[in-house]
């Protein structure tokens, strides 16, 4: 590939390195200009521009990134199309990631310009969350390098989600006289909230003396008919051979390892009796924060075995207490905030398929439907909410009349969806991560659905298009992070984010919110249908 400016005239089939504009059109970084291109930068009055010219045997960005990531070999994992040189990689399930890391290191070392980047060995994952990415840096790169690339792949498994099968498991809690009930009573809950994320249950309980002997009859008893046994000791492990490894031994199983090299979590123990794995519990696994415990039972869930060796490979980056990704770490004020997300809530449409009513005022349960809608998105996670109006605009004022609303007016909402947008956009904050986008007739998106949304796209860190769908089938509400925010300026007429999602590059999540996320109540039929009465 040749990189560099040349003269406009010789430029047809090359591709634009930066993003140049020509009198209104504007072509974006990455376009492979074709002659009327060519000719329109002419008459602007360009005499040269800089651009890439791709030579025989090289393979454009998006073939690239596409080939490689199709020649992975894995398992519960979705691969998304190829946009700006980049292929993401999603997990299809939740569970735990793991990666052949020598396969990345290989693949990484052939050239700078191929880069494939994962989350780390053994994290923890949700269903939909990306766990890899493949980028190619400059805009075409040498077939014989991608060819390097995809025979490594054919290697082997390059990374994998263990997906979380759910499973049944006991626990044993001992007691002493200084123990309190309610502290019991919260230690079963949390558990049930670790085993959770898993689709796992509690399905049994013992609480016994602090003895060994004691201990091994009840976990014995509960092993028979349970995946995993949970043990919490009312006294912090002491040694070796203290109630809980004695106790799993005395009940005929064998312990595979006590103490691990994470903090907190050191006094976890990890035993088996018959087929049915045995967790001693460390003291900090009665609390929700981040903790050894909880990477062992995530990969035990996940039906990866682990072993002494594992255990003992865990100190690096074994030491939790001031990392500031943990979900709950232990000094507050180093944790990130989480990315902010604001609520444009869109009213200013004119209803036109209704032949005359405005179905945003259409009653449903006796309450104007832009107000149903506007209530549900003050009742969600969502920062703040401005409204847009535009057609009838001081009646959708009066229906929404007492409600926590800025209104952001349009008058040019005639024009279309993109005026509607602009004024939303402009009106949010300047710390806004992500708008909301939410249309104003939209009567079964509730509270939930939102927050679903809102905790993707945290989750994601701000960076993604997260969407509604339905059945597969993309729909509303749509949340845009901040770097499209400024590409919305340049929408015109009746052209939504859907435009800018398709255009720009960004990887989008897509969350099943159900059929909420495609009812249409555009017109009479189908608002009477959904349970609406217009009004005049």
């Known amino acids: 590939m040749r990189f560099g400016a040349i003269p406009v005239d010789q430029a047809k089939g090359a591709v634009l390195a930066h993003s140049t504009s020509a009198g ?7 376009h492979v200009l074709a002659a009327e291109d060519v000719a329109i930068l002419a008459a602007s009055g360009l005499s040269e521009i800089v651009v890439a010219v791709l030579e025989p045997g090289d393979l454009g960005e998006d073939q690239a990134a596409g080939a490689i990531a199709a020649s992975m070999r894995h398992r519960h994992i979705e691969v998304k199309p190829a946009a700006t040189g980049r292929v993401n990689l ?43 990415t493949v980028k190619i840096i400059p805009f075409a790169v040498s077939g014989d390098l991608v060819r390097q690339a995809t025979e490594l792949c054919a290697k082997g498994e390059i990374f994998a989600v263990n997906a979380f099968a759910a499973r049944r498991v006991g626990l044993v809690q001992t007691v002493l006289p200084s123990a309190k009930a309610s502290v019991l009573d919260k230690t079963a809950r949390l558990t049930e909230q670790r085993l959770a994320r898993s689709g796992s249950r509690l399905v049994a309980e013992r609480r016994t003396a602090h003895e060994a002997e ?4 009840a976990t014995r008893e509960l092993a028979r008919n349970n995946d995993l046994v949970v043990i919490f000791g009312a006294s912090a492990l ?23 090299p994470v903090d907190p979590g050191n006094l976890l123990v990890l035993g088996h009796i018959g087929k049915t794995a045995v967790l001693g519990a460390p003291g900090c696994a009665r609390s929700p924060k981040e903790n050894g415990f909880d990477w062992v039972l995530d990969r035990l869930m996940a039906g990866i075995d682990v072993t002494a060796a594992d255990i003992a490979g865990m100190g690096v980056g074994g030491l939790l207490m001031e990392i500031a990704t943990r979900p709950q770490p232990r000094d507050l004020s180093a944790v990130p905030a989480a990315p902010k997300v604001h609520a ?27 107000r149903r809608t506007a209530e549900r998105v003050l009742a969600s996670k ?5 409204v847009v109006t535009g057609h009838q605009a001081n009646r959708i004022r009066d229906a929404l009349a007492g409600l926590d609303l800025p209104v952001a007016h349009n008058a040019d909402f005639a024009s279309g969806l993109a005026s509607s947008l602009k004024a939303g956009i402009s009106a949010l904050p300047d710390d806004a991560a992500g708008a909301l986008i939410v249309l104003g007739d939209m009567p079964e998106v509730l509270p939930a659905d939102l927050d679903r949304l809102i905790g993707a796209f945290e989750r994601e860190g701000g960076r993604a298009v997260v969407r509604a769908t339905h059945d597969g089938k993309r729909g509303n509400p749509v949340i845009l992070p901040r770097a499209l925010l400024p590409a919305v300026a340049h929408l015109e007429g009746d052209t939504g984010a859907r435009h800018l999602i ?14 909420g996320a495609a009812v249409d109540v555009d017109t009479p039929e189908a608002l009477e249908g959904a349970g609406g009465v217009l009004q005049d």
């Open 90 to 132: 999603h997990a299809r399930e939740a569970g735990v990631f793991t990666v052949d890391a020598g396969l990345i290191d290989a693949i990484n070392a052939i050239d700078p310009s191929i880069t494939v980047a994962t989350l780390a060995q053994h994290a923890t994952v949700e269903k939909d969350q990306m766990v890899a």
């Open 24 to 30: 209104d059109l504007r072509y974006r970084k990455g």
């Open 382 to 386: 969502a920062e703040s909410t401005v």
């Open 214 to 217: 004691a201990v091994a009859e």
């Open 238 to 260: 002491a040694d070796f051979d203290d109630v809980i490894p004695a106790a799993i031994r005395a009940a005929g199983g064998t312990v595979i390892r006590s103490g691990m």
């Open 502 to 515: 398709e255009s720009e590059g960004v990887d989008v999540i897509d969350i099943e919110i159900g059929a």
């Open 344 to 370: 444009v809530l869109l009213a200013a449409g004119r209803s036109s398929r209704m032949g005359g009513p405005n179905k945003l005022l259409a009653l449903f349960q006796d309450k104007p439907l832009v």
